[in-house]
C-alpha cells in the first residue's frame, strides 16, 4: 500500500509546496507594485496663479527625507501677504502638490487668495521628494509633521513676514487619512479639513488591487490581495495594515475637524466617512461638522462645487484659527 | 526514527523560510544605502531567486525522504504535511475568488 501511495503524496507535496512558493512570488511582485509608482512631473506652479511663493525643502520628522514644496503666503484684502495662518495641504496617493487630478493647485490658490498662507510639499516618493515606499499614510505622516516642524522652528523663505501663529491642515484622500494620522499625534495642528479620507487602508486595498492589472499577470486575482499586503511589510518594511485614521482620529479633539466626503465615491465609499464621523465624535469635547457632496465621486468636491467648496473651507478655518488681520491689525 | 524523517520536507520548507527572510532583511539593509530606487529592485530579485532556489531544495528534500522511508506512517505525517501547506492557500483562494 505504501508503494501505491508513495508516489501521488510526494507529487501532492511537491505541488503543494511549489504552490506556496509560486503565490509568495507573485504577491511579492504585486508588494513591490503597491510600494512604489514613478513619480508625475509637475508643470505648473503658484506663479500660473499669479502668487508670490517660495521653492522649499521640509525635512520629514525623525527620518528627515527632505521633501520638496511651496510655501505661499496669503493674500490679504489690502493686498499685503501673510503668515499669520498656514494652511499644510496635504495631496492623494500617487500623485503631487499639483495634482491636476482634483485640482490641487488650483484649491491651494484659492485659499491663499482668501488670507491663508499654504505650506504645499510632495509628500515621499512622489513628485519631486525623493523616492521612499507608498505607505498609505503609515509612513507618510512623518512628512506632515515634518512640515509642521519646519513652520514652528525651519528656516522660512520669507523672513520678513514673521512665523505664523496658526497652523492648519488640508488633506484630499490618501492626503487627508495621512493628515488626520499626523494631526492625532501633533497639537500643533489646530483645525483639520479632511475631504475623502479613508477609516482603514487594508480593507481598501484588499478591494482594489484585484481591480488592477500589473505587468506580466494582467489582472490581479482577489486571493493574492491579502499576502501582497503582508509582503509589503517583509519586503520594504511597509505596514499597509497599520494605516488606520479611525484608531486615532477621535484624538484631534477638542480641535475643530471638518469632514468631507463625496456621496458617489466608489473608491472609498461613504462607510469610510461614516466609521470616521462615529469615531471622532466620540469625545465629549469634539467639534466635528461634516459635509457631504451630492452627486460627487472620489475627492471631486472641489472640482464639482468651486466656490461652494472655498467658502466653506475659509469660513472653517477662520472659525478654528482666527481671522486674519490686515497691516493695520483690523480683522479682514 | 524514520517517522521523525517523514518531517524532513516540513523542516526543509519552515528552515528555508526563514533563511530568505534573514537573507532579504540583509539585502534590505544592504541595498537601502543605495535608496529606495535600488532597495526594491534587489530586495525583489534576492526574493524571487530566494524562492526558486527553495523550490528545488523543496522538492530535492521530498524526494530524498520517500526513497529512504515510505511506511506508512511516514506516508501519513507527509499527507499531513500536503494538508497543512494547502488548505492556508485554498482557504485564501476560496475566500478572496479573483474578480
Given amino acids: ?332 | 526514527m524514520k517517522t521523525i524523517q517523514a518531517f524532513q520536507p516540513l523542516v526543509a520548507l519552515i528552515g528555508l523560510a526563514a533563511l530568505l527572510i534573514a537573507l532579504v532583511t540583509v539585502a534590505q539593509a544592504v541595498s537601502g544605502l543605495a535608496g529606495f530606487l535600488v532597495e526594491r529592485q534587489v530586495v525583489l530579485i534576492v526574493w524571487l531567486a530566494g524562492l526558486l532556489i527553495a523550490s528545488v531544495v523543496f522538492a530535492w528534500v521530498v524526494r530524498r525522504t520517500l526513497r529512504r522511508d515510505a511506511s506508512r506512517s511516514s506516508l501519513l505525517v507527509m499527507t499531513l504535511t500536503v494538508l497543512g501547506l494547502a488548505s492556508p492557500l485554498a482557504l485564501m483562494l476560496l475566500q478572496h475568488p479573483a474578480h
Fill in chain 1, 1 to 332: 500500500m505504501s508503494m501505491t501511495w508513495r508516489r501521488p503524496i510526494a507529487g501532492l507535496l511537491i505541488l503543494s509546496g511549489l504552490l506556496t512558493l509560486a503565490y509568495l512570488g507573485v504577491s511579492s511582485y504585486i508588494a513591490e507594485q503597491l510600494v512604489y509608482e514613478a513619480p508625475k512631473p509637475i508643470v505648473s506652479t503658484p506663479a500660473n496663479l499669479g502668487l508670490r511663493f517660495a521653492n522649499v525643502t521640509v525635512p520629514s520628522r525623525d527620518d528627515h527625507i527632505n521633501l520638496k514644496g511651496w510655501f505661499i503666503p496669503g493674500v490679504l484684502p489690502d493686498g499685503r501677504l501673510t503668515v499669520e495662518r498656514m494652511i499644510i495641504v496635504v495631496h492623494g496617493t500617487r500623485t503631487n502638490r499639483e495634482s491636476p487630478g482634483d485640482h490641487l493647485l488650483q484649491l491651494t490658490g484659492a485659499l491663499a487668495h482668501n488670507g491663508l498662507g499654504v505650506l504645499s510639499f510632495d509628500m515621499r516618493g512622489m513628485g519631486e521628494s525623493p523616492p521612499a515606499p507608498l505607505s498609505m499614510g503609515n509612513l507618510e505622516q512623518r512628512d506632515v509633521l515634518g512640515a509642521v516642524d519646519f513652520l514652528r522652528t525651519g528656516t522660512l523663505p520669507i523672513p520678513e513676514l514673521g512665523r505664523p501663529r496658526f497652523i492648519g491642515g488640508l488633506g484630499i484622500s490618501m492626503g487627508a487619512a495621512t493628515l488626520l494620522l499626523a494631526a492625532a499625534r501633533e497639537p500643533a495642528i489646530q483645525a483639520v479639513v479632511s475631504d475623502s479620507a479613508f477609516a482603514d487602508a487594508a480593507p481598501l486595498l484588499e478591494r482594489e488591487i484585484p481591480k488592477r492589472k500589473v505587468a506580466v499577470i494582467g489582472q490581479i486575482p482577489g486571493g493574492l490581495a491579502p499576502s501582497a499586503l503582508v509582503m509589503a511589510r517583509i519586503l520594504y518594511g511597509v505596514d499597509l495594515f497599520d494605516a488606520r485614521p479611525v484608531d486615532s482620529i477621535a484624538r484631534i479633539a477638542p480641535r475643530p475637524l471638518l469632514l468631507i466626503h463625496g456621496a458617489a465615491d466608489d473608491y472609498v465609499p461613504i462607510s469610510n466617512f461614516q466609521q470616521l464621523v462615529a469615531a471622532a465624535t466620540l469625545p465629549a469635547t469634539a467639534r466635528v461638522t461634516t459635509w457631504i457632496v451630492p452627486n460627487t465621486r472620489h475627492a471631486q468636491a472641489f472640482k464639482n462645487t468651486g466656490a461652494a467648496y472655498v467658502a466653506r473651507v475659509v469660513t472653517f478655518f477662520d472659525a478654528g484659527l482666527g481671522v486674519a488681520r490686515t497691516s493695520t491689525g483690523a480683522a479682514a
